[in-house]
């Protein structure tokens, strides 16, 4: 019978410097939540009194310098108790305001259906800083549609409405002292949403990788260590998840301890041997590097440790925690072919090219998606009022007219429908290659295009984008900061979306673009080359315009030849905005991808 965490567990027997548990009714002293304003306070819920299921065998907690005696392990486990009977998900009311309707139809994943846990710093609506919240905020919702059961496992900034507090508290060791946690639960669209609460995340939502290097690298042990944990205390709809057929999702180093932990504190120790690790990779740059004397605050065996080590001519030697992720994890994912490949050289590999090839045959890319409930012009909430309007294919000229001139009239640029208007969304940093456009910004206004640009990032270049509108008032509008709406809005109502990055693991803008017939101007690289098919206008071909060097020169040859286009050739034009829309963008397409190396790591010992 599966294993499942009991509501009330009687205290683990003590060990040495173990992560040891705290009761279910949260009385430990060593750490009260903070109590939100009254008019926000959550009622705490009561678990239903349940019958005590067989103790679960001893975790690496409570072997620690206790390893199992070979003959213990070659013993023949002893007879499971007949299935506990679950109390109902309404008596339990984990749920609250949606209840789990058993499935009408086979499951789209067939015999492939499993437990999947996505493990995150951020997860979007409830936190978000750029693409990865994104990820984690849809494509468990796909997960679902095909008929797995999905845990999304994120830190709890801030008071979130719709997370009820569920009374679950763990003690774990993390950094050589013993932490307390708490758990929230939400269900949502088919997702059970688990958010790990603990003063070191509380108002971190603004700022969720700010800190010193050792906190944030707090911060990480302690989301790993608790979302190993949930799959059992957390009994979401009644029941915790258990090991049985689960594969955990890790993405980026900010979870890359969880395959190291999986294997050094479990499956060690003949634990969750049923459990895998998929690593996913959204950026190479950031790998969690620091003094590899901290690896002694890891909680890990000296043979681990050395997994961490790593030298390279300019960082020299030191820790890398996502190159310990990289090689404990049972497969490995890129967000897209071309990051794949990309990440196996020199100079996308950023010191851990030479690891990513010796572990190729794990490897896959694969496309992000995007979330049609949030992000379609038929349906967006923010073409709704100050005279924008939603619209689909058959509307979509006249829908684009009235929303660029919306736009134009809501930044106080000269309303007209007939001039070019271009837009950029994103990050001000190195990467997006916001200077390209900095540097071609004179050109770009001569052609007679005004510009609408949104994002913040670095000060020097949050400057450049004040001095640009300051030199051009009548074409040029620069928002500094971030806002939904106007992203959305942008996407609307602009005719071309410049994209100059010089390196781009998946990107989502030129989707998001795309979907709302706005053609997109992109740097060749990553997986804006995957996603944007270049014009051809012998065989009226192709979704947009690239150019293959990141430099202002190339990016004004692309400019010049989609301004041409859409002065000149307007039927052509037309039809390339509405290849763009006819695209099946969706993440339902990315999930079946991404269950086939689930499957593969399912099969893997």
């Not at 590999?349 to 049609?372: F, M, P, Q, S």
């Not at 923010?382 to 058959?394: A, C, F, I, K, R």
């Amino acid at each position: 019978a599966p294993r499942m965490a009991a509501v009330a567990p009687p205290p683990p027997p003590p060990a040495p410097a173990a992560p040891s548990s705290s009761n279910g009714s949260g009385s430990s002293s060593t750490f009260k939540p903070p109590k939100p304003p009254a008019h926000k306070q959550l009622e705490r819920l009561k678990p239903v009194a349940q019958p005590q299921p067989a103790a679960r065998p001893p975790s690496f907690a409570q072997q620690v310098l206790q390893p199992v005696p070979p003959q213990q392990l070659m013993a023949p486990p002893p007879v499971a108790p007949p299935p506990l009977r679950q109390q109902p998900v309404e008596e339990y009311q984990f749920d609250r305001g949606e209840q789990r309707a058993p499935p009408t139809e086979p499951p789209l994943a067939g015999e492939n259906v499993m437990n999947i846990v996505m493990v995150g710093a951020e997860c979007a609506p409830w936190s978000k800083t750029g693409g990865l919240g994104d990820v984690m905020g849809a494509l468990p919702k796909a997960f679902a549609r095909r008929g797995h059961r999905v845990m999304v496992v994120a830190p709890r900034y801030e008071i979130y409405d719709d997370a009820w507090e569920t009374g679950i508290r763990r003690i774990f060791r993390v950094m050589n002292q013993d932490v307390e946690v708490g758990y929230f639960h939400a269900f949502l669209d088919g997702v059970d949403y688990v958010f790990v609460d603990h003063p070191s995340f509380h108002f971190r939502a603004k700022d969720i990788y700010g800190g010193e290097r050792q906190e944030i690298q707090f911060r990480c042990a302690l989301l790993c260590k608790a979302a190993l944990e949930s799959v059992w205390h957390v009994p979401c709809g009644g029941i915790a998840y258990g090991d049985t057929n689960t594969v955990f999702i890790a993405n980026d180093w900010h979870t890359a301890l969880l395959p190291v932990y999986l294997q050094a504190h479990y499956r060690d120790y003949e634990q969750m041997k049923f459990s895998r690790a998929v690593f996913v990779i959204h950026n190479m740059a950031h790998q969690g590097r620091g003094p590899f004397v901290e690896t002694e605050q890891l909680e890990l065996p000296d043979h681990y440790r050395e997994v961490f080590r790593l030298y390279d001519p300019i960082g020299g030697e030191h820790m890398n925690i996502m190159k310990a992720g990289l090689q404990f994890s049972h497969r490995i994912v890129a967000v897209s072919e071309g990051y794949a490949w990309e990440c196996q050289t020199q100079e996308g590999g950023w010191g851990l090219d030479a690891i990513i090839r010796e572990n190729t045959w794990k490897l896959r890319g694969i496309v992000n998606g995007i979330d049609y409930q949030e992000w379609s012009p038929m349906t967006d909430p923010h073409l709704l009022t100050d005279g924008y309007t939603q619209y689909d294919m058959e509307t979509m000229v006249e829908g684009k007219r009235q929303c660029k001139m919306a736009l134009q009239k809501e930044l106080g640029l000269p309303v007209d429908p007939d001039v070019p208007l271009m837009g950029f969304i994103g990050r001000l940093d190195y990467q997006k290659g916001v200077d390209l456009i900095r540097d071609s910004h004179g050109w770009l206004m001569g052609q007679g295009v005004q510009l609408a640009m949104l994002g913040s990032g670095r000060a020097d270049l949050e400057n450049d984008l004040r001095a640009m509108e300051a030199s051009n008032k009548d074409k040029t509008r620069s928002w500094v900061g971030f806002s939904v709406k106007m992203a959305h809005r942008i996407t609307a109502g602009v005719d071309m979306l410049l994209m100059p990055s010089r390196f781009e693991p998946c990107g989502l803008n030129q989707l998001y673009a795309m979907a709302y017939g706005t053609v997109p101007i992109v740097h060749a690289v990553g997986g804006l080359r995957d996603t944007v098919t270049p014009f051809n206008p012998f065989e009226n071909s192709g979704t947009g315009w690239t150019f293959e060097r990141a430099d202002a020169d190339q990016m004004r040859g692309a400019c010049t030849n989609a301004l041409d286009t859409y002065r000149k050739y307007k039927p052509q034009y037309r039809e390339l905005q509405l290849r763009g829309m006819r695209q099946d963008l969706s993440w339902d397409h990315a999930a079946s991808l991404y269950e086939e190396v689930l499957v593969a790591a399912k099969f893997q010992w």
